[in-house]
C-alpha cells in the first residue's frame, strides 16, 4: 500500500508515465492481488496519458474487485466517461 501510494506521489510530482511505470512494478505484489486500488490508479494514470481503452479496462477490472457501492458507481461512471 505503501509502495502505491507514493507511485501516486511521484505521478504528481514527475508526471503520469513515471507513476505509472512504479504502478506496474506493483503488478505482482501478492499484498496487491485483489486490491481494486491497484487496477484503479492504473486506469487513471492510463487516461491521463491519453491511453482511454487501456484506462477504461483498468477502472472495469477495478469495479469489478471493488465492494463498496458508491466507489464501483465512481469507478464505472469514470470508465463510460473515457468513452467521450
Known sequence: ???????????????????????????????LHGYHRLPSVRGELLARLGRAAEARAELERAALLCRNGPERDLLLARARALDS
Open 1 to 31: 500500500m505503501v509502495e502505491l501510494n507514493r507511485a501516486v506521489a511521484v505521478a504528481m510530482a514527475s508526471g503520469p508515465a513515471a507513476g505509472l511505470a512504479l504502478v506496474d512494478e506493483l503488478a505482482d505484489e501478492p499484498a
